[in-house]
C-alpha cells in the first residue's frame, strides 16, 4: 500500500537490497495457501486463537451509553497481540533460510513473544534493550533468557527503546545472516506491510464475531498506539466500512508538558528508523525522547500508514494521560474481573470519554492489546 508522503525506506544502499530480498519473499508467501496455513495452524494451536470478543456487561452499564465489546488480546499466548506478528515474521524468516533472529524491545512483550517463537522453530535468538529498560522489566528479561535469548545491552542515549531500535537496525545491517524481527508497524518498507498483514487476524476475527454476535457491525472502534501493530491490526477490516475509528497515543503527563509519547501532536515530519512519518522533535527537528507510563506506547513516533489516515483523516488520533489510563485500568478491574495492560487502558479510558456520544444500541470495539500483570508495580507506585 502507498501512504503517500509517508512511508519510504530510509536505510542504507546494502540494507536496501537485503530490505528488497525479504519484500519479495513476502509478496510471494502472501498468496501461497501452505504459508498462510501453517501461520494459521499456529495462531489457533499454539496462540489460542480466536481470541473472545467479550460483551464487557458491567462496564457497558456502568458507562450508561454505547455497547462495549472487548477484544480479547490479553488472553494469547504470552499476554499480548505481538505474538501474532511474531510468529507470522519467524516463519517468513525461516523461508528465507536465515537462522539468527533479532529484535527490539522496551517492556519486554515483544522480547518474550520473539523469544518464545525463537524456542519454538529453534532459531538463534538475540535482543537489543535499553539499559533502563532492563532495570524496569527484570521479568521479562529473566523470561527472555530461559526462553534461550542472548540479551544485548543498549547504553547509548537514554538507553530506551529508540536506541534499542537504532542498534537492531546497525546489526541487522552489518550481519547478513541475521533477520530482524520488528515488532510494531514501524520502520522501513516492508516491516509496516508485513507487520499489518500478521496483526490483521485481530480485525477480520472481530468483524466475523460482532456479526455473529450482534448481526451487525460496530459503530466505532478503538486501539491505543505505541508504533501501532495493535491498532493497524484492528482497524485495516474496518476502513472501508461506515465505522468511526479512533487510535489511542499516551499523552503521558499532558500535552503541553512535554512529557507525552504523541508524535502526531506537534504535527512535524521527520526520518526517524527508516520511515518518514510525524515525530516527536525538538526545537532543532532532533528526534525527542517521548515519555508514558506505559512502555508499550513510549515510542517519539507512529507508523507510516496512521500517518497516512490521520493527514486524510479517516481515523481520528487522540491521546490519554497517565492519569486517565490508571484510573481506566482500575475501573475495568474492578467492574470486569479482566485487568488490562496499561497499553490497552488507553484505549479502555478514551472509549469511557466517548460511550455516551452513541446511542445505547451502537457498538464499540476496544482493542485489549494485553493483559496488565506486568504492571502491577507500576500501578501501585503511581500516585
Ligand atoms: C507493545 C504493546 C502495545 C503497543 O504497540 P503497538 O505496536 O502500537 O500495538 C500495546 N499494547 C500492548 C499490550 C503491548 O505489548
Do not use: W
Not at 180 to 193: D, M, T
Not at 271 to 287: A, F, P, R
Amino acid at each position: 500500500m502507498n501512504y503517500g508522503i509517508f512511508g519510504g525506506q530510509y536505510v542504507p544502499q546494502n540494507l536496501k537490497e537485503k530490505l528488497g530480498v525479504i519484500a519479495q519473499k513476502f509478496n510471494e508467501l502472501k498468496k501461497e495457501k501452505k504459508f498462510k496455513e501453517e501461520y494459521l495452524y499456529y495462531l489457533k494451536h499454539f496462540v489460542g486463537r480466536p481470541s473472545p470478543l467479550y460483551f464487557a456487561s458491567n462496564l457497558t452499564e456502568y458507562l450508561n451509553g454505547a455497547k462495549i465489546y472487548l477484544k480479547r488480546e490479553d488472553l494469547n499466548h504470552t499476554g499480548s497481540h505481538k505474538i501474532n506478528n511474531a510468529i507470522g515474521q519467524v516463519l517468513l524468516a525461516k523461508r528465507l533460510g536465515y537462522t539468527h533472529i533479532i529484535a527490539e524491545t522496551g517492556a519486554g512483550q515483544h522480547g518474550v513473544a520473539t523469544a518464545t517463537v525463537c524456542a519454538l522453530f529453534k532459531m538463534k535468538c538475540t535482543i537489543f534493550m535499553g539499559k533502563e529498560d532492563i532495570k524496569r522489566q527484570h521479568v521479562n528479561v529473566e523470561k527472555m533468557k530461559i526462553l534461550g535469548a542472548e540479551i544485548k545491552e543498549v547504553t547509548r542515549g537514554e538507553g530506551t527503546l529508540k536506541e534499542a531500535v537504532d542498534e537492531a537496525f546497525e546489526y541487522f545491517e552489518k550481519h547478513q545472516e541475521s533477520y530482524y524481527l520488528i515488532g510494531s508497524a514501524v520502520g522501513p518498507y516492508p516491516y509496516p506491510e508485513i507487520v499489518k498483514y500478521f496483526q490483521k487476524v485481530i480485525g477480520e476475527e472481530t468483524k466475523k464475531q460482532i456479526k455473529t454476535l450482534e448481526g451487525k457491525l460496530p459503530s466505532a472502534v478503538i486501539a491505543c498506539i505505541g508504533g501501532g501493530s495493535n491498532s493497524i491490526g484492528m482497524f485495516t477490516p474496518f476502513i472501508k466500512e461506515k465505522v468511526d475509528i479512533y487510535g489511542v497515543e499516551g499523552a503521558g503527563l499532558g500535552l503541553q508538558t512535554g512529557y507525552h509519547a504523541s508524535a502526531i501532536y506537534n504535527n512535524k515530519i521527520g526520518i526517524l528508523h527508516g520511515m518518514k512519518t510525524y515525530t516527536m522533535q525538538d526545537e532543532d527537528g532532533k528526534i525527542k525522547d517521548a515519555y508514558s507510563i506505559s512502555a508499550g506506547l513510549d515510542y517519539p513516533g507512529i507508523g507510516p500508514e496512521h500517518a497516512f489516515h490521520h493527514k486524510n483523516k479517516r481515523v481520528k488520533y487522540d491521546s490519554i494521560t497517565d492519569k486517565e489510563a490508571v484510573e481506566a485500568f482500575k475501573l475495568l478491574t474492578n467492574l470486569e474481573g479482566i485487568i488490562p495492560a496499561l497499553e490497552s487502558s488507553h484505549a479502555v479510558a478514551y472509549a469511557m470519554k466517548i460511550a455516551t456520544n452513541y446511542k445505547k444500541d451502537d457498538i464499540i470495539v476496544i482493542c485489549l492489546s494485553g493483559r496488565g500483570d506486568k504492571d502491577l508495580d507500576n500501578i501501585m507506585n503511581y500516585s
